[in-house]
């Protein structure tokens, strides 16, 4: 279907010669590690992206998909990552949106009843897609691909954003769409969802084809050996189940006492949370992306003012956002300059930049930042070197709590090994450390308990996958 | 007795009304697409000039045609930078209104003389309807006006329905809310940009043209007078929404005619006041809208460039 | 390149651009393009006297305004009111200096030029505040503010600053004691031209050095960061760039009537606050580099007069001149994606750290392959 693609940016090769062949019927996962090429195959696919080499073929004859319009004249549809919706208009203007003949949204919104019906997929048309849960949002897409006719369906991580049980209901979905003759091209990256899923299963490596087998065939070590290549997997660290606490006599550094947290619209997002966070623990906070977590991380990082109820945040607090590029980070400044942002309200007079270049070269040296000097622009570097220099900045001058969230999203596995371990070391160093991640696997590995926050109410839960997955889904008793 | 003033009131207003309302249509769809245009301004003194100098040739009707393909030529070159380049939407319009503004004066002089002397086209003359203009008060102000208030108004409805109410039109609010989805979704959001640029090159022109054969009969430098950011100012007001943009109008054709009424019962107070009244109301009345929750999401924003 | 070196070639090179440009439009529209170009160059390089007559006296207000707009793009504001702030300081210079008596002499002139800057500074606080506290968008209400600027210019000139005579829509002449001085005998090169060039390494020494700069920096990159990674406070400070930016504007035209014209009328600028933007775009918002670009464009005016006179060109030429060469220069990435960096104009007033996002960001980078719980 995809062969030998090749497709770069400027210097970097994100697919090298790259190929896949999915048949009809059949459920095929994408593996790889982030970076080795799979979003942007599948959206040469898709036609969002034009290869500069390489030849795409669909039921054997040769096509060119300059745009995604091409690829869904010719039955495909992809649901990315980030949902290419509008926010501000309803399901059926959205499902409306690009296709074609005179408008007529009372008809297409028959049209999404009628598919939401037969697929097992429940959405109301008229309702706005802003007000909608993001697993409501992902079926819109789904429809909306089904609604011109697609057969064959790209799913880029489709269950990242999914609590588990809405995970497994759709890729549910996935194996009955494949069954009534659709195809399905998943990636994915967890490979236990695979292995449960997907018929066939190709594996991507620095942009190249390193594997396409049955899943039957596979097991969570292989593809694991397949992704990483000579590289060895990441090392765990053994004590990941102990704690520092002992050591610091269970201090309480964060304190929230009955928080609630309304919106500029006055919609309430956190309501009648009691949480405590000790010194020299890690607490892990998971949730569906939504659900509040958001607002009780930044109030525990004195980010923001709760609307009624007191929060005691200690006068230090590193906090690193999950869109550094937005909230950490100023791309076009120097490291240094990055550095020195930390204390940019207070300072006053002249800023000293040789000494701050002493610090920043310094941060970089014991976080293993790689750049050329602290003089080039953050922009430059990778994503796990940034945020490297962010966490690095934030426990400058160990603060007393550290909140961190998606802490290794986009990393690789190296990078995030990197930050792990400086969530731990921090945790050694008696800091307050909160986790939230998206990825519940990443919580239960590193937190020594967790907290689920579930339609703005917040309770700790045992540290347990399945009970865990649970809380997530419902509010609580 | 009070009857009179008041009609020449509301029918200047309608007058003044006419080629902002042109404008801030255009602006109206060019903002829904995710761009703003203050090139409007450049768009509009073209408008001028082209309609003067076709006009005074092949007559006033040719000349309002004329300076709407005026404004869609220069409204080409700031959607060649601005979408195609994809540069700073506000430099690049201010940069255009530079241009319209110096491009119309050097061939001003350059078609004209030196002198600049005061050249009259023949003007577009008022088209009663008969009977409707008769009725008091208002019949002048509405039912005997020139073709382009006409066209003005007919507009209203139509830009309105084309929005609402056809695939184009929910492709250029998606494009104007999220160009990638759009793209995603097979819009070719680039090319929605650039033809609603150029709507509102063509209104823009349509309303210079306006100003010159329907209301002054003449050029002059500048001539425009801001009016162009005015319309900006309107769209915003009109809380991007054609009919927002009718009533808008109005109330700025209102605030520019307060001088002859002011006139007519004899007040004496500097005509500067009157000239900046309609300025100081825009600033007020976008304080007062607070429009920014009704704007397009990604108005102004520029593409991401890939990786 | 050395940054030094460039802020000297870039300027030129952008000097022969538009000339170039100049020299196709001057073809196009059937003049004598040989005879105007060296009118052009007689009136702006002929001689020492045009020189320091000319160009530099007209870069001098070109740099002001300039500096404004850099200061102003530095801190993400986008500020297209230099005109109408040039204004007002021209108008409250003016008006300090006609009431004082000559005996006032240099406190009175240094008077003058604090009441230009303070009201240069007031003008454009006023869009500030439109900003924070309703959200109206700064390119419009700044370009409303320059035509009632305008207004209000046309009004005291006719009103309570007119001449004694009452003749003339203009104000009275500045007593000979409160002028700048001259600093070369026989030229109209002023003092005001030393004061440009101070500001402009001040202004470059303090967004460099000092921690407020750094904070307008920061501010103007990524306010969201600057929010929420830094505390800074971004509303006061684009508030305070705001002021900063006016005020620099409003400097610029009480040197102009303290150092050129003596008198306040309504067509006091012939556009300088609408050039300053090509002026600071072509030094990439550095102030420095704003020195050679405000001489580049001051030539170019002053040259213009110069072929209006002697060849019968249209100086509008030279707008059309420098809208090309902005179009241009935001075209080719010149600036990068300093300006405008805070991307939608949606913005409205200004961002907090507490800001709740929708939970899906487009532009955020995808969840990373987590192997961690899976590997055996």
Redesign the interface.
């Known amino acids: 279907m995809l062969d030998a693609i090749k497709r770069h940016y400027g210097p970097v090769i994100a697919l090298d010669g790259a190929h896949l062949r999915v048949a009809a019927g059949e459920v095929h996962a994408v593996l790889g590690e982030n970076g080795a090429g799979k979003s942007t195959l599948m959206k040469v696919a898709y036609g969002l992206e034009q290869p500069d080499a390489g030849t795409l073929h669909v039921d054997g004859v040769p096509v060119t998909f300059r745009t995604p319009r091409a690829a869904m004249e010719r039955g495909i549809g992809m649901v990315q990552q980030h949902f290419a919706l509008v926010d501000a208009m309803t399901v059926a203007e959205n499902v409306a949106l690009g296709g074609r003949g005179p408008l007529n949204l009372r008809a297409t919104a028959a049209l999404i009843r009628s598919i939401s019906a037969d697929a097992g997929l429940p959405i109301d048309p008229s309702a706005v897609v802003r007000d909608l849960p993001v697993g409501a949002q992902q079926r819109v897409e789904i429809i909306k691909a089904l609604a011109r006719d697609a057969h064959t369906l790209i799913l880029d991580e489709p269950t990242a954003v999914l609590a588990p049980q809405e995970s497994a209901e759709l890729l549910a979905w996935t194996r009955r769409f494949a069954e009534g003759g659709g195809t399905v091209v998943l990636i994915a990256h967890k490979l236990r969802e695979v292995l449960r899923v997907a018929d066939r299963v190709t594996v991507l490596r620095r942009g190249r084809t390193v594997l396409t087998a049955a899943a039957s065939d596979m097991t969570e070590a292989t593809l694991a050996d397949a992704m990483l290549g000579s590289v060895d997997a990441p090392q765990r660290n053994g004590d990941a189940g102990t704690t520092a606490m002992a050591q610091f006599a269970a201090t309480d550094v964060i304190i929230l006492d009955d928080v609630t947290v309304r919106d500029d619209g006055g919609v309430q997002r956190l309501r009648g949370a009691n949480v405590v966070v000790r010194a020299g623990e890690i607490v892990g906070v998971a949730a569906v992306e939504g659900s509040g977590q958001r607002e009780l991380l930044r109030v525990m990082a004195g980010r923001l003012d709760p609307t009624t109820g007191r929060a005691t945040v200690p006068e230090s607090v590193g906090f690193v956002p999950e869109d550094r590029h937005r909230d950490a980070l100023v791309l076009d400044a120097t490291l240094t300059e990055n550095v020195a942002l930390r204390h940019a309200a207070t300072r006053r007079g002249l800023v000293s930049w040789a000494a701050l270049d002493r610090e920043t070269t310094a941060l970089m040296a014991r976080r293993d930042v790689r750049a050329r000097d602290a003089s080039v622009p953050i922009r430059t570097l990778s994503g796990g070197n940034q945020q490297k220099l962010v966490l690095g900045r934030e426990l400058a001058g160990s603060p007393q709590a550290l909140v961190v969230e998606n802490p290794t999203r986009g990393l690789d596995i190296r990078a995030t090994s990197e930050v792990h371990a400086a969530l731990r070391g921090a945790r050694a160093a008696g800091t307050a450390v909160v986790v939230y991640s998206s990825d519940l696997d990443e919580i239960l590995h590193l937190a020594d308990r967790v907290l689920v926050v579930a339609a703005g109410a917040v309770r700790g839960v045992e540290k347990d996958r399945e009970q865990v997955g649970r809380a997530m889904l419902t509010a609580g008793p | 007795m009070t009857a009179a003033p008041l009609a020449d009131f509301l029918e200047a207003s309608v007058r003044n009304a006419t080629p902002l309302l042109l404008a801030a249509l255009g602006e109206t769809v060019a903002e829904r697409s995710g761009v703003i245009n203050v090139g409007l301004e450049g768009a509009i003194i073209s408008g001028c000039l082209a309609g003067l100098a076709t006009a005074s040739a092949l007559g006033p009707e040719a000349g309002l045609a004329a300076a709407g393909l005026a404004g869609v030529a220069i409204a080409i070159i700031f959607a060649i930078v601005a979408v195609g380049l994809a540069a700073d939407q506000i430099i690049t319009g201010t940069a255009i209104t530079m241009l319209g503004l110096g491009l119309t004066g050097t061939l001003y002089r350059v078609l004209y003389g030196d002198t600049g002397a005061a050249l009259s086209a023949p003007t577009l003359s008022a088209l009663a309807i008969p009977g409707l203009e008769r009725i008091p008060v208002i019949g002048r102000a509405l039912f005997r006006q020139p073709l382009p208030t006409y066209l003005a108004a007919l507009l209203v409805p139509t830009v309105w329905w084309w929005m609402y109410r056809t695939r184009s039109g929910l492709s250029l609010r998606a494009t104007g809310e999220n160009p990638a989805a759009a793209t995603a979704s097979g819009v070719s959001s680039r090319r929605v940009q650039a033809l609603a640029v150029l709507f509102g090159g063509l209104c823009g022109g349509l309303a210079g043209g306006t100003l010159v054969l329907a209301q002054v009969g003449t050029f002059a430098e500048g001539m425009s007078a801001g009016r162009g950011f005015v319309a900006i100012a309107i769209v915003a007001l009109g809380r991007w929404n054609p009919v927002g943009a009718a009533l808008a109008s109005l109330l700025f054709g209102m605030a520019s005619a307060l001088q002859f009424l002011f006139q007519a019962l004899s007040l004496d107070i500097p005509y500067q006041i009157f000239l900046a009244l309609p300025y100081i109301l825009t600033l007020l009345a976008l304080a007062l809208a607070s429009g920014r929750y009704a704007a397009p999401a990604a108005l102004g924003m520029r593409p991401q460039s890939a990786a | 390149m050395p940054r030094a070196a460039r802020a000297i070639t870039e300027p030129l090179l952008a000097g022969l651009l538009s000339l170039g440009m100049l020299a196709v ?1 001057l073809a196009v ?2 003049y004598p393009v040989g005879e105007s170009l060296t009118a052009l160059w007689r009136g702006a390089f002929g001689s020492w006297s045009v020189l320091a007559s000319g160009t530099l006296v007209r870069a001098t207000p070109l740099l002001f305004a300039g500096l404004a707009v850099s200061v102003a793009f530095r801190a993400g504001i ?1 500020n ?1 009111g230099a005109e109408g702030q040039l204004l007002m300081g021209a108008a409250a210079a003016t008006a300090v200096a006609v009431s004082l008596p000559p005996s006032a002499g240099f406190a009175g002139l240094t008077l003058a030029l604090v009441a230009g800057t303070l009201a240069g500074g007031a003008w454009a606080s006023v869009a500030g505040m ?1 900003r924070q ?5 700064e ?3 700044t ?3 320059n ?2 600027a305008l ?2 210019t ?2 005291l000139v ?2 309570p600053l007119q001449e004694p005579t009452r003749t003339f829509p203009q104000s009275a002449l500045v007593d000979q004691a409160l002028r700048l001085p001259r600093l070369l005998p026989g030229t109209r090169l002023h003092a005001g031209v030393a004061l440009a060039v101070l500001s402009a390494i001040g202004l470059a020494w303090f967004l460099r ?3 407020a700069g ?2 307008l ?2 501010t103007g ?2 306010p ?3 929010a ?6 971004v509303a006061r400070v684009s508030l305070l760039a705001f002021v900063a930016s006016g005020a620099l504007a409003g400097l610029g035209g009480a040197v102009e009537v303290t150092g050129v014209t003596f008198a306040l009328y309504e067509n006091l600028s012939p ?1 300088y606050g ?1 050039t300053a ?2 002026v600071a ?1 072509l030094a990439r918002l550095n102030p420095v580099s704003a020195i050679g670009s405000a001489v580049v464009f001051g030539a170019l005016e002053a040259g213009a007069s110069a072929m209006q006179r002697d060849a ?1 060109v ?1 100086a ?9 060469v ?2 241009v220069l ?2 080719s ?1 010149w600036v ?6 805070s ?7 200004t961002p907090r ?2 800001e ?21």
């Open positions: 439009l529209s059937g986008l297209i439109l506290r309703f959200g109206v968008l390119v419009i209400s370009i409303m503010l035509v009632v207004h209000v046309g009004l006719r009103g050095s000092t921690a750094f904070r920096r920061m990159s990524n969201r960061a600057a929420s990674a830094g505390g800074i406070d556009g609408y933007i090509a775009l019968q249209p509008g030429m030279v707008g059309v001149v420098e809208a090309g902005i179009l935001v075209a990435e990068g994606r300093k300006v405008g960096e991307g939608s104009l949606n913005r409205g007033g750290a507490d709740p996002a929708p939970p899906i960001t487009p532009p955020s980078p995808p969840p990373t392959t987590s192997l961690h719980a899976t590997t055996p």
